[in-house]
Structures are given as structure tokens and as C-alpha cells.
């Protein structure tokens, strides 16, 4: 079994450790906190239909671009199944979340690539819960005529990655987790993990003189390296090993997907500091929520508890992600979770390392 899916699944041993302490490491995004990124046809949630919205025959869902293929799979599926038309909207996760939060604008479900968005940005004025549901880890994609494309290994990227003559896209970190978090993964390597570290200062500030950021999100990345305007692209092992690319594994210690306090704390040495705020580094969690301002609340919980199914969880998988199960909800917000989800989801004070 290759190495990141087992690292990746090693997540799902915290669910059960409902007294883990969380490190203030995986607090992360420290500018957030000052505001500076298929079930049954019950109720929806606590909230009455009042408005006649719980269960509209349409539902808008924001989210991340790593989520649209996922998503995308799902979207016909539920549109059958509970005969309610859907518009998405893909963006980095970052920008996904300033829709509700900066822009005004409504949605009944909000999914993004690092749940601390909502944690700490969402709650408590514009949502009031939300669930871990999937997680995923970095990786290197490439052509398979990209220059040092016959070097390359998970022994030796960073000296690949690292020459005069190589591109590295990676998208904005302003607007986008799989930005900041290329970002990390290479901050990673300079440091020290069981007194050993990958690489040293001059190899990192290399590969950040060779890293750019071209237009577009991670959903864009993949078409710029096919044309040949980058050499090589840092984003998500769902989106690299779904593509029929050739791409590289990277080490856990860079790779953000061990969520056991050890790597947490050696994620956390990672930090990235953007115009929409200040990330730490910590263990992916993809997080998924109702906002407070959905105008198909109904609609937006049958849809996170769609991915707490079996159908919802296969399609994760198919797509390169790995699903929390049960999915996991902050014990200190359950009260405000729609009934449908709580049915299908686990009340936690922490998911292994990171606090909720």
C-alpha cells in the first residue's frame, strides 16, 4: 500500500480520542481570530420551515476547488435522489468563505479545504457548527517530459525542484489552503524532524525563488503544466493521482497528512503569512458546514450528511480523498448541528491533535 494513503488513514485514529488535547499549533491562522481563509426527507435541523426554504427544490453550495471533483460526482446523484436542483461554486477556500463572510452572499453549504476557515472565521457570526469530513495530503505532479522528469523521487524532489532551469506552480496562498500549503511543505523540509531534516536554508530559499503563482486556483494548475507553462505544480495527492500523471509521494513530515501530536507539533513550525491572514501548520481536515444566512438549510444538511453515507464516502475515495467515519462534529457546538447530521456524525472535543 502506497505510503500516503497509510499515513493518510492514521487520521482517522484520533476520531476516538475524545480527551486529546489540542496544540496550539493546530489553532493555526492566528489573524482569523481577530477577523483578519443521501438520507431521508426529515426536518433539516432544529429550525422551523418557517420560511418555506428548509427543503427548496434548489441549493447553492461554495466551495473549495479541490472539492469540485468530488462534488461534481455527487451533484447528479443527489439531484436525483431528492429531485432539488444545485449550483456550485468552486474558489480557493479562502475566497469561498469571504463570499459569506466579506461579500454578503448566501449558500447552504460551505466546504473547504482547511476547516479552521470555518472555526475561526465562520463561527460564531455567520455559521454556529460544523464537521470534519474528508482529509488529503501534498504531492509533486509533473510531465513526464518535465526537465529532471527521469531524476526525480520522493528521495531526492527538492534537488530536482531546485535547479536553474525548473518552474514550480502552486496557487495563491491569499485565497487557497493548497497554496499555503505548498508553501509549508517546502518551509518543512529545513527543519528538523527526529534530528534529521530534508534540506537546508539555501535549498529552500532556491525553491522559493522557482515557485511562482500563476492565475487561477488549484483547479487551474493541472491545464498549466499540461501546456508546458510550468514544470511542475505542488498541490493535492487527490488531484495528482486522479489525473494519469505521473506524480511524486512526499515524506509525512512535509506532506501534512500524520494528525498525531508528534507531526503536529512539527507541522506547526510552518507558517505563511498572506494578505487574508497568517497560517500554521497543521494535519489536513476538510470542513463542511450550514452557514446561518442558507436559505435551503434542509437542503444544505441532507447534503453534508450525503458524504457521511456510504454512497457520499465512495466517491470521496474514487476521487483520491480520504473520509473521516464517522464524520466529526465539535462536542461543544452539537446542540447546534441539524439532527440529520448529528445522526450520522461523532461529537468530539478534538480529532487526534487538532483542536475543534
Not at 78 to 87: A, C, H, L, M, N
Not at 286 to 298: K, L, N, R, S
Amino acid at each position: 500500500m502506497p505510503k500516503h494513503r497509510r499515513s493518510r488513514r492514521a487520521f482517522l485514529g484520533g476520531v476516538g480520542a475524545t480527551a486529546a488535547l489540542g496544540l496550539a499549533g493546530c489553532s493555526g491562522d492566528s489573524s482569523a481570530d481577530s477577523g483578519s481563509d443521501g438520507g431521508g426527507n426529515g426536518d433539516g435541523g432544529a429550525t422551523t420551515a418557517a420560511s418555506g426554504g428548509q427543503m427548496a427544490d434548489s441549493t447553492t453550495v461554495f466551495h473549495a476547488g479541490s472539492l469540485a471533483p468530488p462534488f461534481s460526482a455527487v451533484e447528479p446523484q443527489f439531484e436525483d435522489e431528492f429531485g432539488v436542483s444545485v449550483t456550485r461554486e468552486a474558489k480557493g477556500s479562502v475566497a469561498s468563505t469571504q463570499k459569506i463572510t466579506q461579500q454578503g452572499r448566501k449558500a447552504d453549504v460551505l466546504g473547504v479545504s482547511d476547516f479552521r476557515l470555518i472555526r475561526n472565521r465562520v463561527l460564531p457570526d455567520y455559521g454556529s457548527w460544523y464537521a470534519i469530513f474528508t482529509t488529503n495530503s501534498m504531492s509533486i505532479q509533473y510531465r513526464e517530459d518535465s526537465p529532471g522528469a527521469g531524476d526525480i523521487s520522493t528521495d531526492n524532489w527538492w534537488e530536482v525542484l531546485s535547479r536553474d532551469d525548473v518552474s514550480i506552480g502552486h496557487s495563491d496562498p491569499a485565497v487557497d489552503p493548497g497554496g499555503y500549503r505548498a508553501v509549508m511543505t517546502q518551509q518543512l523540509g529545513k527543519e528538523a524532524f527526529d534530528g534529521e531534516r530534508l534540506y537546508d536554508e539555501s535549498t529552500y530559499q532556491k525553491l522559493r525563488d522557482n515557485s511562482v503563482v500563476p492565475t487561477g486556483t488549484e483547479t487551474n494548475l493541472e491545464g498549466q503544466l499540461e501546456s508546458g507553462e510550468l514544470d511542475y505544480v505542488m498541490y493535492y495527492q487527490s488531484i495528482s493521482s486522479t489525473s494519469g500523471k505521473p506524480f511524486i509521494d512526499l515524506q509525512p513530515e512535509v506532506d501534512l497528512s500524520q494528525a498525531t501530536s508528534e507531526y503536529a507539533q512539527h507541522y506547526a513550525k510552518a507558517e505563511v503569512e498572506t494578505g487574508s491572514g497568517t497560517f500554521t501548520g497543521a494535519p489536513i481536515a476538510y470542513g463542511i458546514t450550514v452557514p446561518d444566512v442558507a436559505e435551503a438549510p434542509g437542503r444544505g444538511a441532507q447534503w453534508v450528511e450525503y458524504f457521511a453515507t456510504d454512497a457520499g464516502r465512495t466517491v470521496l475515495e474514487e476521487q483520491g480523498l480520504v473520509p473521516v467515519d464517522p464524520i466529526v462534529v465539535p462536542e461543544s457546538g452539537s446542540d447546534s448541528v441539524p439532527d440529520r447530521v448529528m445522526d450520522v456524525a461523532s461529537a468530539q472535543r478534538a480529532l487526534g491533535p487538532l483542536e475543534l
